[in-house]
């Protein structure tokens, strides 16, 4: 089946550093990627909406130059945490889909952030 | 708008007792319907899916969830529930006509079974 890989699986920074998190479909090709934002005992709140050579989509209050996101290639989506804080610290969860008709939604493994 | 409800923030069971898990749904169009779970630490893994035909789903480790278009529901269950089944279950949904949109999540219910 559908395999999303997500890279690192953990991390720790200095605040005010920047942490880029890797997002890759390893069987399939994913023109739409999703990044997501999970709080302890949550559930996953959207960030973005990430597009194969075009601009993220960004949720409402999320800011864009704080989470950037690229998309440039068919199984490759990014997310870079710029000049982080501790609020930032988080779990942040990638999800690649496969359009019509099985519209497959795969999740990758996660990515446990912590801003020291 | 769509949106998903989880009424149960947490469900007990025993083991070897059949377990339920609730959902019902709201979108403008014909639902596409997920549910997935979550162990700790880790991203969501994949059960089931209902997106045509029979209303009944059978999806992986033993779990089935009913489609229930009259009363927007979409309840997964297990005949017998496992002391490793115990973790975070999503159910999610999408419409039919947004294409690459995605999914909207219920808040979770965390399954505990007791051995």
């Known amino acids: 089946g559908a395999v999303v890989s997500q890279h690192p699986s953990r991390v720790i920074c200095k605040s005010g550093t920047s942490v880029k998190i890797e997002c890759r479909s390893l069987d399939f090709q994913a023109t739409t990627m999703f990044w997501y934002r999970q709080f302890p005992k949550q559930s996953l709140m959207l960030m973005a909406t990430?597009?194969?050579?075009?601009?993220?989509?960004?949720e409402q209050g999320v800011e864009k130059d704080k989470f950037l996101i690229n998309h440039a290639s068919l199984t490759l989506s990014t997310l870079t945490v710029t000049s982080a804080h501790p609020e930032d610290s988080s779990f942040y969860i990638c999800s690649a889909v496969s359009g019509a008709p099985n519209y497959g939604y795969t999740f990758g493994s996660g990515t446990r952030l912590t801003v020291v | 708008a769509q949106s998903v409800a989880q009424p149960e923030d947490q469900v007990n069971v025993a083991e070897g007792n059949p377990l339920t898990v609730k959902c019902t749904y709201s979108v403008s169009g014909n639902p596409y319907l997920f549910w997935y779970v979550q162990y700790p630490n880790r991203g969501l893994q994949f059960l089931l899916k209902?997106?045509?035909?029979?209303?009944l789903v059978k999806g992986s480790y033993g779990f089935e969830a009913e489609f229930n278009k009259s009363q927007t529901s979409f309840h997964l269950k297990k005949p017998s529930a496992l002391v490793s089944d115990s973790a975070l279950y999503f159910c999610a949904v999408r419409d039919s006509y947004s294409g690459n949109t995605p999914l909207v999540f219920g808040k979770g219910t965390r399954l505990s079974v007791i051995a």
């Open positions: 209902y997106i045509t035909g029979d209303n």
């Open positions: 990430s597009n194969e050579g075009s601009k993220a989509t960004y």
